[in-house]
């Protein structure tokens, strides 16, 4: 069992948990990510580590309430345990030799972003953070990328948080206003990311995107988070989660990732009727 020693909640949506894992806070890396489950009988959701402390021996993520599992787990407390929480999966993000480097998140995929950036920052790497939200209510770890960045452009759709546009219109306008960069790390929704990567082949800037598909058992047995890239069949749970951006094919990821929509929404609403029920 693992306890929730912190929870937060950041926007209406995203909630911030810090849990007591001393093993996988031993060897977790930024890029990487858990597998946790609710209760012995809950499924099995992959959350990537937004960020962790050695020494307290506790691992943060950070979720959106989009399912079930993710509601049943907003609904956990301070005090309260978690069944299952293994890990550090995947691999961890390439940072060696990076002197400077753009780190672009856009929503939920911020909380993915930042560990990268704070490490990147940690090594002396000039990091220019763009983070993009729909709105002002939706931001989060502002003050966190602040800290982590040498240059931070703050993005809405509406205008109502930093500037308004996408992240993909503040990442054109740094490198045609000469800023060079040894690298491009994207991390976001899909359609977002797919944006960020073809902006950045036309000016030939090595791009890492990370992937969170569907995936089950995190090991590459299932088989359901199987991407395409480079015309190969990868697996984002042992291959990744981060690849070449200009190597994936985002349409049929996104295709994939659409298969289960309409079952997530009935189940996310069943599970939301039992809590009102149990009120």
């Given amino acids: ?133 729909r709105t002002k209510d939706l931001v989060i770890l502002e003050d966190e990328f602040k800290n982590a960045s040498s240059k931070f452009v703050l993005m809405s759709d509406d205008g109502s948080a930093g500037e308004k546009g996408l992240v993909t219109d503040a990442l054109k306008k740094l490198i045609e206003g000469g800023e060079k960069y040894d690298e491009v790390i994207t991390i976001g929704p899909l359609i977002m990311m797919k944006f960020v990567c073809q902006l950045t082949k036309e000016y030939n800037i090595k791009t890492v995107a990370s992937m969170n598909p569907i995936m089950i058992d995190g090991t590459g047995m299932c088989g359901g988070c199987r991407l395409t890239v480079g015309g190969k069949m990868v697996f984002a749970c042992v291959d990744g989660p981060e690849f070449d951006g200009h190597q994936i094919d985002f349409d049929e990821a996104m295709s994939r990732s659409n298969m289960y929509c309409g079952f997530e929404r009935h189940k996310y609403e069943a599970t939301c009727n039992l809590f009102k029920e149990v009120k």
């Fill in 1 to 133: 069992m693992f306890k929730i020693v912190r929870k937060k909640v950041l926007n209406p949506t995203v909630t911030l948990m810090e849990i007591e894992a001393p093993l996988v806070a031993k060897k977790a890396e930024p890029g990487q990510f858990i597998i946790l489950r609710t209760d012995e009988n809950g499924e099995r959701i992959p959350l990537t580590v937004a960020d962790f402390d050695r020494n307290k021996g506790t691992v943060t993520i950070i979720f959106q309430v989009v399912g079930a599992t993710t509601e049943k787990l907003n609904h956990l407390n301070e005090g309260d345990f978690l069944q299952d929480f293994v890990g550090p999966l995947g691999k961890a993000t390439h940072t060696d030799g990076l002197k400077k480097v753009a780190v672009v998140g856009g929503g939920v995929g911020c909380a993915i972003a930042y560990p990268v950036a704070k490490k990147l920052h940690s090594l002396g790497c000039e990091v220019h953070a763009i983070c993009g939200f």
